[in-house]
């Protein structure tokens, strides 16, 4: 099971810094990412790391340049540092973890999920 925290209100061309990590049993996952869902649209790619090999992480076009997604190896927390936040980027985020598809933007290819913090971000 993964933990989401985090969300909030911010204003616009604010920041907000989400959170992720495993709560309880074994975590053999290799991979996690951030994905996020807007009122009335589907289930939305943000970023995705992996620390198999080398530290790698792949974003959506969006997020390029304002996200940043980045990870404690020694316990699998993940951070989601969003900066200059626009109203468009209101959303649930979840994180999502997965083993066998590295760096996969599908969330198909992610086992396990967290519950979804909002972010809400006001004009």
């Known amino acids: 099971q993964l933990q989401a925290f985090g969300g909030g209100l911010v204003q616009a061309g604010g920041s907000l810094r989400l959170s992720c990590a495993p709560s309880?049993?074994?975590?053999?996952?290799?991979?996690m990412g951030w994905f996020r869902r807007a009122p009335g649209k589907g289930r939305e790619f943000v970023a995705t790391?992996?620390?198999?090999?080398?530290?790698?992480?792949v974003y959506a076009d969006f997020a390029k340049g304002r996200f940043a997604i980045s990870l404690y190896e020694a316990n699998n927390t993940v951070w989601l540092e969003m900066n200059n936040l626009e109203p468009e980027d209101t959303a649930v985020y979840f994180c999502?973890?997965?083993?066998?598809?590295?760096?996969?933007?599908?969330?198909?290819?992610?086992?396990?999920w967290g519950q979804g913090t909002q972010v809400t971000v006001s004009s």
């Open positions: 999502a973890a997965g083993t066998y598809r590295l760096l996969s933007p599908r969330p198909t290819d992610y086992d396990l």
């Open positions: 309880g049993g074994t975590f053999n996952m290799n991979y």
């Open positions: 790391i992996t620390w198999i090999g080398s530290i790698t992480s």
